[in-house]
């Protein structure tokens, strides 16, 4: 009877112990990323940042013309990379010639046949990073961070900022959002009901069919948050990559940036 019951305990335990080891991100891939494309960056630098202990990469590229306190952080979609060339490369690489420094950070990730909702549990393992990359740039003496998200990307930001970091953001800028239901954690609109810092919702008019079906849960769940700087904006053309349309994506990202953080001279 006894040894039964240890060994019941044992099985679960093990069960336990195989279950947080597959909600973590997957270090080994991270680090196969990190070697692939460190080396190889024509724009910015790759930095190592830490988020409890536990090292992740980022790319930092400085403002063209230097400091100017402001600056981006990029958060990218599922099982990349902090130079993936869809959207965060782009952008990463852009906004310093406006004045922006960037910092794409690499978010948790899963092997590349994980669902998205094996996602869930990686969530808790945003904050850190998010912070990790907060506290780099305000060393660098950045007093303007703005966070930007794409896809998965975009729905990590969204639910940091509606549990913490509202007063060390000052702007948040979702491409491609969705809303899923697979869990509160994941769940956008949620999010967006307690977000009130400065919001542009940006997503293309071919985008996924669950960024286009959850577009007006998003400006709802905006309204509800009483958030009167929130920007829904349709890019005619575009997919969920934008692909062939950068230029147009980065034109109006810069553009909102400097309409809410750029101070006009006369």
């Known amino acids: 009877m006894i040894r039964s019951f240890n060994l019941l305990i044992f099985c679960i335990i093990l069960a336990f112990s195989c279950t947080q080891a597959s909600a973590a991100s997957d270090l080994e891939k991270e680090k196969r990323w990190s070697e692939q494309i460190g080396d190889d960056l024509l724009v910015g630098e790759s930095v190592q940042l830490e988020a ?3 090292p992740f990469m980022g790319i930092f590229t ?3 013309d230097g400091p100017t306190g402001r600056a981006v952080i990029l958060a990218h979609g599922m099982g990349v990379h902090p130079d993936w060339p869809d959207i965060i490369n782009p952008l990463r690489s852009d906004l310093p010639d406006h004045g922006w420094s960037t910092l794409s950070i690499q978010m948790p990730i899963l092997a590349n046949d994980a669902a998205l909702e094996d996602y869930a549990p990686l969530f808790d393992e945003v904050a850190p990073r998010i912070k990790a990359a907060v506290r780099y740039l ?3 003496g950045n007093q303007t961070i703005v966070l930007l998200g794409h896809s998965l990307g ?3 930001a969204a639910s940091y900022l509606g549990s913490n970091g509202q007063q060390e953001i000052q702007g948040f800028i979702a491409i491609g959002l969705s809303v899923t239901a697979v869990n509160d954690k994941m769940n956008s609109a949620l999010a967006l ?3 009130r810092i400065p919001v542009l919702d940006l997503y293309g008019s071919r985008d996924l069919a669950a960024v ?3 577009v007006k849960a998003r400006k709802k769940a905006a309204r509800k948050a009483g958030n009167s700087d929130y920007q829904q904006l349709e890019i ?3 997919d969920h990559f934008f692909v062939g349309m950068e230029d147009s994506l ?3 990202v810069y553009g909102w940036l400097k309409t809410h953080f750029v101070k006009k001279t006369r």
Do not use: D
């Open 154 to 156: 975009a729905s990590m």
């Open 62 to 64: 400085e403002a063209s």
């Open 193 to 195: 009901e307690k977000i």
């Open 236 to 238: 005619e053309g575009a």
């Open 52 to 54: 409890g202990g536990t």
């Open 250 to 252: 980065n034109r109006r």
């Open 212 to 214: 286009l079906r959850s």
């Open 138 to 140: 305000s060393e660098q």
